[in-house]
């Protein structure tokens, strides 16, 4: 063999063993590797929906839960008029004061008078009420108790009215639903109120649809959605900063389309000073009436408040024609003689009161039971 056949045969050998050495690696390489992760492909973004969405998908935070079963109005009224009496109501108090007083002389009458007025009776109401007491106890005074008991009563009736339409207009005509506007300011209870409303019309039977037309305020929305998946009252409910006339005339138009009886419109809580809030306010009530007429505009007045509740009874029931009064948060802390005034300066009755922190701690208001229960000794 010739020296170039041996260079020719090293040269071969050379590339054979390259060749031989890079097929194992490759083969060592494929098996060793991890597998790619399957390619999922990427879903398209759901549409958004056109239009103002007034109605989300609902989730309700219970599910499966138990309905509640509210307490009939007629029931809780015996526990209210028990949060009413003497020992919880200083305006209650103030008229038993006189029913045990030895001698009812100058110095009683002045002493009473002063009572009644810091309970919020107002100065007009009062001296009513002294005047009409005075002559009809000027000859035995409060020496026969039963009697000067009935004698207060009577006259207490004849201020906070027993002849006044106090039911709830919450029927509508044509086969319309009835529709409840509730206004008020900020900080009244208002949204609770509602919560409680609807508990309220549920145990009379109705069906309810609740319209969350506070739309500055995101944890209204959600709030009126916990009270109504409590008694299986669907709430209608718009964009955070939407137009809440928008959501009202939606509320209203869900009602009509689903045969219900009562819709109750929330509206944001406004300083009764603010003139475009007001505005806006009377704005919602035109909007919901191009689809039914408005049976109840409820006006929400926190008792505590006492006679600064009056100035925004005035303002309110100059934009929208208020039906009726809700006196919330009258318990302990509320004086109780705000009933009166509050009637005369409106010229509508109160129809609904509040008297705590329960869910059913709402209830139709009665002058008798309201006098009745001030009145009581225990």
Sequence with gaps: MTCVDMIFWYVMAAVAVVLLVAAVTIVVGRRNAVPPAPVTPELAPAEEPTGTPAEPVEAPADAGAALETPEPPASRLTRLRRRLSASNNPFARGLLGLLSADRLDAEAWEDLEATLITSDLGVGPTDELITGLRRELAVDGASDPDRARKVLRTELLTLVGTEADRSLRVTGADGLPGVVLVVGVNGTGKTTTIGKLARVLVAEGHSVVLAAADTFRAAAADQLQTWGSRVGVPVVRGPEGG?????????????????????????????????GLMDEL??????????????????VIDATTGQNGLAQARVFAEVVDVTGIVLSKLDGSAKGGIVVPVQRELGVPVKLIGLGEGPDDLAPFEAEGFV???LAES
């Design 282 to 299: 009377g704005k919602i009530k035109r909007v919901i009436e191009r689809k039914a007429p408005v049976t109840e505009v409820l006006l």
């Design 372 to 374: 009745d229960a001030l």
């Design 243 to 275: 137009d809440p006339a928008s959501v009202a005339f939606d509320a209203v138009e869900r009602g009509i389309a689903e045969g219900v009886d009562v819709v109750v419109v929330d509206t944001a809580g406004r300083l009764h000073t603010k003139t």
